[in-house]
């Protein structure tokens, strides 16, 4: 087996190559020499995917920061998933959530479950929502701020 001459280890197909198979304590072993800190939460294939690249990443080179902001943009372009930016407030900021995602609020002694749609949209109770500050004014009666009422943001961006 070919050696890598940093490392001491074979190469670099052959080290992802035994990523499915090292045992947990092994993969956060790796993880830790190549992170400074552990993801909240325990996901195999995540673990091994983000240790795959960063074993490329120490072998080849990172992306050059031109190329990764083009396939950034590009995948933004070609996506199904579309955010919606507030240009009346000047806020280039987006909310990234992806579908699946599943929103949890306690409100007048309720449990309230939004989950994102593929297409951007919230669904809650079996209704659609084209925003979040929809859902947050359906389950309240009141005007909200959807991303606010939902936690995603702090407190000190503003009134209600």
């Given at each position: 087996?070919?050696?890598?001459?940093?490392?001491?280890?074979?190469?670099?197909?052959?080290?992802?190559?035994?990523?499915?198979?090292?045992?947990?304590?092994?993969?956060?072993?790796?993880?830790?020499?190549?992170?400074?800190?552990?993801?909240?939460?325990?996901?195999?294939?995540?673990?091994?995917?983000?240790?795959?690249?960063?074993?490329?990443?120490?072998?080849?080179?990172?992306?050059?920061?031109?190329?990764?902001?083009?396939?950034?943009?590009?995948?933004?372009?070609?996506?199904?998933?579309?955010?919606?930016l507030d240009p009346v407030a000047g806020d280039?900021?987006?909310?990234?959530?992806?579908?699946?995602?599943?929103?949890?609020?306690?409100?007048?002694?309720?449990?309230?479950?939004?989950?994102?749609?593929?297409?951007g949209e919230c669904e809650y109770e079996g209704?659609?929502?084209?925003?979040?500050?929809?859902?947050?004014?359906?389950?309240?009666?009141?005007?909200?701020?959807?991303?606010?009422?939902?936690?995603?943001?702090?407190?000190?961006?503003?009134?209600?």
């Amino acid at each position: 087996m070919n050696r890598n001459p940093n490392t001491g280890v074979g190469t670099v197909s052959a080290q992802i190559a035994a990523l499915p198979a090292l045992p947990m304590a092994e993969l956060w072993t790796l993880w830790d020499q190549h992170f400074p800190r552990r993801p909240k939460h325990i996901n195999r294939p995540f673990l091994e995917s983000r240790l795959a690249y960063r074993i490329q990443e120490m072998a080849y080179g990172a992306v050059p920061t031109g190329i990764r902001r083009h396939l950034v943009e590009a995948g933004a372009a070609h996506s199904k998933i579309k955010h919606r930016l507030d240009p009346v407030a000047g806020d280039s900021r987006q909310q990234h959530l992806m579908p699946g995602t599943v929103l949890i609020r306690e409100w007048d002694e309720r449990e309230h479950r939004v989950v994102v749609t593929p297409d951007g949209e919230c669904e809650y109770e079996g209704q659609r929502f084209r925003s979040l500050s929809a859902v947050a004014r359906h389950i309240t009666g009141v005007q909200w701020n959807g991303p606010r009422f939902f936690g995603l943001r702090g407190q000190k961006e503003g009134v209600q």
